[in-house]
């Protein structure tokens, strides 16, 4: 059987969306790459349907380089209920414990805080996307099976407490900068249990992802409301460069015919790199004049081995 064909049109670059409430992340994906008409797509890591905020989408070659993005720090400001425990660690689990919590101060959540700063390890939760034999937790949550998770070590690099209202079940806002593959919703938890009251996230955006934060967004509603006015090929003036997923990294730039020899997949000489990176750094490369090419890696001798290359005209 042949390879299915991909329809939609060649468009290189990164959307960023504010995601709204109520979509999974591959929903808005695919609205966003319907209204693109894209033929190539995919996120830079699930925001739970309950989520609001950043949620970067690459099309085209910019897929290559979603990794950077998935392994970037994440940004979040989250609203926590305190007393009440929910079988998702969200507001839209049901309810499977409750109590009243309006004992517990502000004074106590601030001190409870300071545990969950720095490298931590943390069990995922059965409501996340991370997958078991094949098959992601939340569908074999969803189907009352539960399975042992290893726990792993992240960081959280910032964790503060925006707002405390007293009350039976105590509403607190925090703030998380925390590395990648961190679960808001068990971080919540996990605070309930050390408050010895249960807690779980009732509202969640993330407002930085990697390099973007979200004075850079443009919401879904706004974006359907330009293609009622214009064409995808006109929408294509609000996605970002494909090489902003990488824009932290060192830029390098190959004269005509050595960017020839590095497109073929050769390592090659440049005077930067060698002068500038250390050896396993990954650089940005250009062809002299603009022309993004791809990323390569320095090596010993300080040449650049392609790693990620650009189809050109893709």
């Known amino acids: 059987m042949g390879r299915r064909r991909k329809t ?3 468009v290189n ?14 929903q808005a994906l695919q609205r966003v790459k319907r209204i693109f008409n894209a033929n190539k ?11 609001t905020g950043v949620l970067p989408l690459c099309l085209g070659e910019a897929t290559k380089f979603s990794q950077f993005l998935l392994e970037s720090d994440k940004y979040y400001r989250s609203t926590y209920s305190l007393g009440v425990t929910t079988a998702t660690g969200d507001s839209e689990g049901e309810t499977i414990a409750q109590q009243d919590a309006s004992s517990i101060t502000r004074q106590q959540v601030e001190k409870a805080l300071t545990a969950f700063r720095g490298e931590i390890e943390q069990v995922p939760s059965m409501y996340s996307a991370l997958k078991h034999n094949g098959q992601p937790l939340y ?7 539960e399975v042992e998770r290893q726990p792993r070590t ?12 007293p009350g039976i079940n105590p509403q607190i806002d925090v703030q998380v900068h925390c590395s990648k593959g961190t679960y808001i919703r068990s971080l919540a938890e996990d605070l309930g249990r050390a408050l010895t009251c249960g807690a779980h996230v009732s509202a969640l955006h993330r ?9 850079q967004t443009i919401s879904l509603s706004a974006l359907e409301e330009l293609s009622e006015q214009n064409t995808p090929e006109q929408l294509d003036d609000l996605l970002k460069p494909v090489d902003s997923a990488v824009a932290d ?24 790199a060698f002068r500038q990176g250390q050896e396993g750094d990954i650089v940005r490369v250009f062809r002299k004049g603009g022309t993004f090419l791809g990323i390569g890696t320095v ?8 790693k990620r290359l650009i189809v050109e005209d893709a």
Request: net charge negative; proline share 5%.
């Open 207 to 215: 407002h930085r992802s990697g390099p973007f934060d979200e004075q």
């Open 139 to 145: 569908k074999l949550a969803r189907k009352g099976i």
């Open 154 to 165: 992240i960081t959280i690099f910032d964790y503060q407490l925006l707002d405390f209202r």
């Open 8 to 10: 939609g049109r060649s």
């Open 13 to 26: 670059g990164i959307f960023l969306l504010n995601k709204p409430s109520g979509l999974t992340s591959n």
């Open 299 to 306: 090596t010993e001798e300080g040449k650049v081995a392609p």
């Open 249 to 272: 990294r060192m830029q390098v730039e190959l004269d005509e015919i050595v960017a020839g020899y590095f497109q073929l997949g050769q390592a090659v000489m440049s005077n930067q």
């Open 41 to 51: 797509a995919g996120h830079t890591g699930a925001l739970d349907p309950l989520a």
